[in-house]
């Protein structure tokens, strides 16, 4: 079938049998997230030893989607009492605060080390937040995650990405087969030469609602550290209606929305304004300001921008140079014909 582009589109047939057998396979598997929360208690132990004041929160996929999907690492924030109290303040950015997260991590890296001495513990310190990554175990039993310190922004933007996903019933599944089909086609930044991380894809997925009004406004505000548990409630998956009908439209509404609707010249991707508000102009997200602009020597792209809710002025999307943008828009096409890989 061609689209009104003269681009081949898959039948719509085939891709509402394709979505329903990809419900069917996640529903077979284990979803739920006991064994997030048995990592849960064995930092928290790690942590307890380290600071006694400091509560580890999860956030990332498992609080996002509320189930735990087979191989995802886990995300976790030390967080204080003070950060919690003050659960819609910014995180501190300043060289100290970063300076002073090491340290603790460093500390808690020692711990972990003592007590799981099979695991496989890397410090990074030089990116834009310092992080303890974690490998350990093997097989079922395996874990892996990142533990972040006193950022409260990881865990609010969880929880406003959970707030948009529990407003529609088909959108949890339509960020899991978008996140699958990123990882597939390397433009997910977890693979090497990818760019655009999950997170940012989760953001389009919302976007990409708000401008069809298939879910309402979530004020960024709203979402408070101070409200939200350490260990996020598991959420059920159900079989999506009418067979994935909906779903697999949706689905194919996605692709047709940022190939042929979304202005990439001239539009972000915004969740604190309403949807189609924001403009680059607006953030002076320029050719200028991306020719002047680096993260720690690093150029910054503004040619795919997705502005982040909680950060200033920085762009989720600024990993896409107009190579990448090429290769997005390649692969879009590719998706629209074999319905984001499930036909190939
Ligand atoms: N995050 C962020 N800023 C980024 C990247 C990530 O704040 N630039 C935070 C978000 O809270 C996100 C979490 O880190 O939910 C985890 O990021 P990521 O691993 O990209 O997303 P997941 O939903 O956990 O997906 P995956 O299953 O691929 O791990
Ligand atoms: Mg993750």
Not at 16 to 32: H, I, P, T
Not at 220 to 235: N, Q, T
Not at 273 to 288: H, I, N, P
């Amino acid at each position: 079938m061609k689209g009104k582009s003269g681009r081949s589109i898959a039948a719509i047939s085939d891709v509402r049998a394709a979505v329903s057998r990809f419900c069917d396979e996640q529903l077979s598997r284990r979803l739920d997230t006991q064994p997030v929360a048995e990592v849960h208690q064995k930092v928290s132990a790690c942590v307890q030893t380290v600071d006694p004041a400091m509560t580890p929160y999860i956030f990332g996929s498992t609080a996002v989607l509320g189930v735990h999907e087979q191989g995802s690492d886990v995300d976790f924030a030390c967080l204080s009492p003070t950060d919690v109290q003050d659960g819609k303040g910014a995180d501190a950015v300043s060289e100290v605060a970063k300076g002073l997260q090491s340290d603790f991590l460093f500390r808690l890296s020692e711990v972990v080390k003592r007590e799981h001495y099979l695991w496989g513990i890397e410090l990074v310190r030089r990116t834009r937040v310092p992080v303890l990554r974690v490998k350990g175990g093997l097989g079922v039993d395996s874990v892996s995650f990142d533990v972040t310190a006193n950022r409260r922004n990881g865990v609010r933007n969880s929880a406003l990405l959970r707030a948009y996903f529990t407003q529609c019933p088909e959108a949890r599944w339509l960020s899991m087969l978008v996140k699958q089909w990123s990882k597939r086609t390397g433009l997910n930044a977890s693979v090497d030469g990818g760019c655009i991380t999950s997170y940012g894809w989760n953001i389009m997925v919302v976007y990409y609602l708000l401008r069809r009004r298939l879910v309402t406004l979530v004020p960024v505000e709203s979402c408070d550290v101070a409200d939200i548990a350490p260990m996020p409630p598991y959420m059920p998956l159900e079989t999506p209606q009418q067979g994935g009908q909906a779903l697999a439209d949706m689905l194919m509404d996605f692709v047709r929305y940022y190939l042929d609707e979304f202005a990439p010249e001239t539009e972000v991707m915004s969740l604190t304004r309403a949807a189609g508000e924001t403009t680059k102009e607006m953030l002076s997200w320029t050719k200028q300001a991306e020719d002047m602009a680096r993260i720690r020597g690093e150029k910054i792209h503004y040619r795919w921008c997705i502005e982040d809710p909680y950060e200033y002025d920085l762009n989720v999307g600024r990993n896409v140079t107009p190579f990448k943008l090429m290769l997005l828009r390649k692969h879009l096409e590719r998706a629209q014909e074999t319905a984001l890989l499930l036909l190939a």
